[in-house]
Antibody, heavy 119, light 106 residues
């Protein structure tokens, strides 16, 4: 059974760094073709793909967030991490991690973690 | 980036057939996927690669299309299908989603 769960800082101030952890079970990030992706959704709005990290340590980032994103993984402990630097109010959203096949489609999602950026 | 355009909302009656459309700003071949998101829940994959039904998804859901025009069909609509529906392309990076279509009851 595949499960994913996000955790991270709930409330931040502008300019701080956001650190998110995705803890998962039921699959390994060392399996060929498997990736973990991060996707966010502001309240009442649509979905935005942020980044993914794959079995071969390949990484992809959304250029719209420029150089603010950093993704990493701990294969032994079944975790993936996302860091977003210099947050502002526009980063307020629910952040999801998802298992993806080749970073292409998102077959399993976590329940999401709500992040609020406010002064 | 590939922009995906969906109608914001559709009003349907239970038992009716409904089609939800998604138009891509450039060809994505059949690298189009559909998700359902109920209120307060995470999205759920319904259809992958334009027309393939994800395991466990009811057969009243179907998908079609290629290139720039895609549709998700629900026939017949059940009460449990009232949700937001998103298309997503994986033809190129960055992966992009449509703005979502909210399915509402008439």
């Amino acid at each position: 059974q595949v499960t994913l769960k996000e955790s991270g800082t709930g409330i931040l101030q502008p300019s701080q760094a956001l650190s998110l952890t995705c803890s998962f079970s039921g699959f390994s990030l060392s399996t060929t073709g498997i990736c973990v992706s991060w996707i966010r959704q502001p309240s009442g709005k649509g979905l935005e793909w942020l980044a993914d990290i794959c079995w071969d340590d390949g990484k992809g980032y959304n250029p719209s967030l420029k150089n603010r994103l950093s993704i990493s993984k701990d294969t032994s402990n079944n975790q993936a991490f996302l860091k977003i630097t210099s947050v502002d109010t526009a980063d307020t959203a629910t952040y999801y991690c998802a298992r993806s096949w080749m970073g292409a489609l998102f077959g399993y999602w976590g329940q999401g973690v709500m992040v609020t950026v406010s002064s | 980036d590939t922009v995906l355009t969906q109608s914001p909302a559709l009003a349907v009656s239970l038992g009716q057939r409904v089609t939800i459309s998604c138009r891509a700003s450039k060809s994505v071949s059949t690298y189009m996927h559909w998700y359902q998101q109920k209120s307060g829940q995470q999205p759920k994959l319904l259809i992958y690669s334009a027309s393939n039904l994800e395991s466990g998804v009811p057969s009243r859901f179907s998908g079609s299309g290629s290139g720039t025009d895609f549709t998700l069909t629900i026939d017949p609509v059940e009460a449990d299908d009232i949700a937001n529906y998103y298309c997503q392309q994986s033809n190129e990076l960055p992966r992009t989603f449509g703005g979502g279509t909210k399915l509402e009851l008439k």
